[in-house]
């Protein structure tokens, strides 16, 4: 029987383009930014000078105002839309490789400190400068989150276009995306249905909103500020909000480490700061965290993941606690597999359709984090072990149906194996 850890790593590889990871053949064929930060430390659990690898190969998109885009097209490939000839952000870098114009959550920062740790675990002394490399391009990217995605100093990181949550057809989006045109001047050419069933994926009119907010940011030349105010669609999100505070702290972390004591300062304003604007969002009905749609000035009261990501960032109180752990356990009430990604007992809820309800194991690791943070380490736990027992029955697969326990969309996935490496040895330390 194939031993399911070298099964793990064996998708590593197989998904290896000579040093950065794609997140599956074909459907994905570029480097992904928060794909790229969860396959790193997939790779630190047994190659840690890989591990670094990955990420090295992902800073080189970074661009001159420190953005760390969504996608890094290093080498050409038709098997995706929208490709560079859509972006076309060659002023924002420069030098190659090509990017796409947007963003995603920035989970490096927390990849960062897991690799370091597993450096220091073996002792060795010569990733000191590799190391710093990393940890610069990280900062620079923290400080371009609060310039250009919190000009108003709230406190919370806005997303301006679904794909940028990395939960692109989440209902929590559903409103704010349907004041967005449907007319694009591009030919939208969707390969991912070619790849992969299209019940399992967004709809077509959700691609043509998609492309419309692309173009209009590209007619903006990708220049922020001009984004911020010609934007159609801005959230200001609380699970980018929580990952960049729970990676800000990471980078503390990092900087004391490192005797970094001019970034330490700077750094701990940026995370005062996000952590008071979670704080804010504390929603006493959905009993969980919520987004609010800086257009409406509703907040968005959607029952999805996006509510539970906090806990990897904030200490929350009792009450707050024992919410969250009686939401989340409702939500996974008869499922063969928690968590869902939309709770089930929402009219929005569709158990195959990408973010509309399947599990995923990345977003599984992030709340169990969350909760071993807050003292739930039992559900945590159990959380954890049902991941790796899907991923054992159903294999690699990008996500999961959460009724029938089904392995859906792309196969041979990256950050499923990368989830797999991780959870199994928290649970099982090896
Ligand atoms: C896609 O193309 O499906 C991605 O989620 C956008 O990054």
């Not at 690898?53 to 001159?64: A, D, H, K, P, V």
């Not at 897991?114 to 675990?121: I, N, P, S």
Request: hydrophobic content about 40%.
């Amino acid at each position: 029987m194939v031993n399911v850890t070298d099964a793990a790593r064996a998708i590593l590889a197989r998904n290896d383009r000579g040093g950065y990871t794609v997140p599956t053949d074909g459907l994905y064929p570029f480097q992904w930014n928060w794909d790229s930060a969860f396959v790193s430390m997939g790779f630190a659990t047994f190659d840690i000078d890989r591990a670094y690898q990955e990420l090295e190969r992902f800073i080189q998109g970074q661009w001159n105002n420190g953005m760390f885009p969504h996608i890094i097209f290093h080498v050409p490939s038709d098997s995706y839309f929208p490709g560079p000839d859509v972006w076309q952000t060659e002023q924002c870098h420069s030098k190659k490789p090509m990017t796409s114009g947007i963003t995603q959550p920035p989970v490096f920062g927390i990849a960062l400190r897991f690799l370091y740790e597993a450096v220091l675990v073996t002792g060795r002394h010569d990733m000191l400068e590799r190391t710093h490399t990393l940890f610069n391009a990280a900062l620079r990217s923290h400080r371009w989150w609060l310039k250009a995605r919190d000009p108003d100093k709230r406190g919370l990181v806005a997303i301006l276009h679904p794909w940028e949550s990395g939960s692109d057809n989440s209902p929590a989006w559903d409103e704010a995306l349907a004041r967005v045109p449907t007319t694009t001047k591009t030919e939208i050419c969707r390969q991912d249905t070619k790849h992969v069933n299209a019940t399992m994926r967004p709809r077509n009119i959700d691609y043509q909103r998609f492309t419309h907010l692309v173009e209009v940011y590209r007619e903006c030349q990708w220049d922020p500020i001009k984004q911020w105010s010609h934007a159609p669609f801005k959230i200001a999100d609380v699970q980018m909000t929580a990952i960049l505070a729970r990676a800000t702290a990471d980078l503390i972390w990092m900087a004391s480490q490192l005797n970094l004591s001019d970034a330490l300062e700077e750094l701990f304003t940026m995370h005062q700061l996000l952590i008071n604007g979670l704080n804010s969002r504390w929603n006493q009905h959905i009993r969980g965290f919520v987004s609010l749609d800086l257009i409406s000035g509703k907040d968005i009261e959607k029952p999805t993941q996006t509510c539970f990501i906090p806990l990897i960032a904030l200490e929350l109180d009792s009450y707050q606690r024992k919410s969250i752990q009686e939401e989340i356990e409702r939500w996974c009430q008869g499922m063969v597999i928690g968590i869902p990604t939309t709770a089930p007992f929402s009219p929005d809820f569709e158990s195959k359709r990408y973010w509309r309800g399947p599990v995923w194991a990345v977003i599984n690791w992030l709340i169990a984090d969350g909760l071993r943070k807050n003292q739930l380490k039992e559900l945590a736990a159990i959380i954890e072990g049902n991941t790796i027992s899907v991923i054992e029955r159903a294999g690699f697969c990008e996500y999961f149906d959460p009724i029938t326990g089904e392995g859906l969309g792309g196969n041979t996935f990256s950050w499923t194996a990368a989830a797999y490496l991780v959870l199994r040895r928290r649970l099982t330390g090896d």
